[in-house]
């Protein structure tokens, strides 16, 4: 059972739970199974919209699977009982050979939503990640690597690095070199451009206190 301070509000169900990793929406309230983000605290606006769309199209995923497996069971089934049939009379196992597409048609199809349903799910997903993570920073009144971002988000430093470099690919964000070569993002200035190096107490102190509105939301440690 998770203790006191394992627990965190989820956007989605309103409830003290605990976050759990998953492996395509990187985390996922324990409860209700809606996808969540450490740190993210408001209660409307474009990112809660967009993790809602997210844990909707989750949803649809598993009803479609249902069907799927269910579909699968019962073409395997008349399958079975075509085989046995065609030992006794050779219409009645055609005729049942013949239902038996029905429920294949369905299966395959069914599965293919699904899969389609996985990949709109992760899609949604990642644009919360990407609109919070760009509110933050911009917001912000220093530049901040991938590590740091990765450390108060938990999760890995790839993968904030490429959430980070997608913002600034899109001009949500700035990337700055510093003398040193090291790789932070600001809001600060249009494009790319050589900064002054970053201490980590500065980029820590970023994430510590969050403000108030989705618009001033900061990464926190959880």
Request: glycine content about 10%.
């Amino acid at each position: 059972m998770a203790s006191v301070a394992d627990l965190r509000p989820c956007p989605h169900c309103g409830g003290q739970v605990k976050y759990e990793p998953d492996p395509q929406l990187l985390w996922v309230c324990g409860a209700c199974g809606g996808p969540v983000i450490p740190g993210f605290r408001a209660s409307s606006g474009p990112i809660l919209d967009t993790l809602a769309g997210a844990k909707r199209a989750k949803a649809g995923t598993f009803a479609r699977r249902m069907w799927a497996g269910a579909a699968g069971a019962l073409a395997s089934g008349l399958a079975i009982a075509s085989g046995i049939s065609a030992l006794f009379s050779a219409t009645v196992a055609i005729a049942l050979a013949a239902v038996t597409l029905v429920p294949i048609l369905v299966a395959f199809t069914s599965w293919k939503g699904a899969t389609g349903k996985v990949a709109e799910a992760k899609r949604l997903t990642e644009e919360a990640w990407l609109l919070y993570l760009g509110d933050v920073i911009r917001n912000s009144e220093r530049s901040i690597s991938a590590e740091k971002v990765a450390q108060a988000a938990q999760i890995s430093v790839a993968r904030a690095s490429e959430m980070l470099e997608s913002l600034a690919r899109r001009g949500d964000l700035d990337l700055n070199i510093t003398h040193e070569g090291r790789l932070t993002y600001s809001g600060q200035a249009p494009g790319v451009r050589v900064a002054e190096d970053t201490t980590t107490a500065d980029e820590a102190s970023e994430f510590e206190e969050p403000l108030e509105g989705e618009a001033k939301a900061r990464l926190v440690k959880p």
